[in-house]
């Protein structure tokens, strides 16, 4: 079936420092992909998307680009604030089923 | 606009007690309702999806059922919880034939 793979966390960055959480997917179809943001005992936001292949997603300096020829999309911010400290979630939504597959999410703490 | 509700936003229960977690969704009609379950330092794991009232899917089996009495109420429950059944629970909805889904602030489960 449909499988999303994160880098493992914690993560932890100085404030300004560049961010990459690398995310790859395995999917039968055409999949959308998403990245949401979990901030501490919240429900999870929806940060950006990309629906097909070479589209760019970002929202809030953060951007992630659907690659097709390596099943990725890496979320990357050039400069992370103390804000940014939240656990992120890679995901896929197969058209058919609409359903949502979830990476088993990075956890991230940035210093100031 | 539409909202998404989820209550009690935490819960401590006993082991063998029964469960009634309840989702509702504002401002929109026909959607797609989810719910999902997060254990402590791990991803989503989907539990249950429905597409219409009384249809329900489930992704994994174990000893939590979900019910779907009306458009846009959702149920999780269950007759008698266990230890393992402990865990962050969201509620989520999506708009049918689009991509990503909202969620609820979630409800965390405790069952000593």
């Known amino acids: 079936g449909d499988s999303v793979t994160q880098m493992e966390g914690p993560v932890t960055l100085s404030e300004e420092a560049f961010l990459t959480i690398n995310c790859t997917y395995t999917a039968t179809g055409y999949p959308s992909l998403f990245w949401y943001v979990q901030y501490p005992g919240e429900g999870l936001q929806l940060l950006l998307k990309?629906?097909?292949?070479?589209d760019k997603g970002s929202n809030k300096g953060f951007e992630a680009t659907y690659r097709k020829e390596t099943t990725s999309f890496h979320l990357e911010k050039g400069s992370v604030q103390v804000s940014d400290s939240a656990v992120y979630f890679c995901?896929?939504?197969?058209?058919?089923?609409?359903?949502?597959?979830f990476g088993q999410g990075t956890r991230l703490t940035i210093n100031p | 606009s539409q909202t998404i509700h989820q209550w009690p936003a935490t819960l401590v229960q006993p082991v063998g007690s029964p469960l009634s977690l309840e989702c509702t969704v504002e401002g929109t009609s026909n959607p797609n309702l989810y719910w999902y379950r997060q254990a402590a330092g791990r991803g989503l794991q989907l539990l249950f999806y429905?597409?219409?009232?009384?249809?329900i899917s489930s992704e994994v089996p174990q000893n939590l059922s979900a019910s779907r009495p009306q458009d846009r109420q959702f149920i999780l429950s269950s007759k008698k919880l266990l230890l393992s059944d402990s865990g962050f629970y969201l509620c989520?909805?999506?708009?049918?034939?689009?991509?990503?889904?909202?969620f609820g602030q979630g409800t965390r489960l405790t069952v000593v």
């Open positions: 429905s597409v219409g009232i009384g249809q």
């Open positions: 989520a909805w999506s708009v049918k034939g689009a991509l990503g889904a909202f």
């Open positions: 990309a629906t097909k292949a070479d």
């Open positions: 995901a896929l939504s197969d058209r058919g089923a609409q359903k949502l597959v």
